[in-house]
Nanobody
Framework: QVQLVESGGGSVQAGGSLRLSCSASGDRYLKYCMGWFRQAPGKEREGVASIYSYGGRTSYADSVKGRFTISQDNAWNTLYLQMDDLKPEDTGMYYC????????????????WGQGTQVTVSS
């Protein structure tokens, strides 16, 4: 099992930037696939970005490509999400996920979740 704690959320105006962090402790072999998801009020939780820790291959939702960057430290203890050119539609609770059986953007592929950090983008 992996324990996950997100931080870095906040309120920002459209066009601004935020950097989310996720502290990940636990079994290293469960961190080979990690991801960021978000959930807006009244909507389903959706995948934003994922990373394959062996080699760093990344995947992004079409809505954030070119604006968001997922990365991690060399020890796989901290996962990051750099968010640039933020838009009001990026507003939501952002969750870190690990224990993925596939490095996908599919919620059901991940076993462990953090509590989330709120991102609010105003126009």
């Amino acid at each position: 099992q992996v324990q996950l704690v997100e931080s870095g959320g906040g309120s920002v105006q459209a066009g601004g930037s935020l950097r989310l962090s996720c502290s990940a402790s636990g079994d290293r072999y469960l961190k080979y696939c990690m991801g960021w998801f978000r959930q807006a009020p009244g909507k389903e939780r959706e995948g934003v970005a994922s990373i394959y820790s062996y080699g760093g291959r990344t995947s992004y939702a079409d809505s954030v490509k070119g604006r968001f960057t997922i990365s991690q430290d060399n020890a796989w203890n901290t996962l990051y999400l750099q968010m640039d050119d933020l838009k009001p539609e990026d507003t939501g609770m952002y969750y870190c996920a690990a224990g993925g059986r596939a490095c996908s953007l599919v919620r059901d592929d991940y076993a462990d979740w953090g509590q989330g950090t709120q991102v609010t983008v105003s126009s």
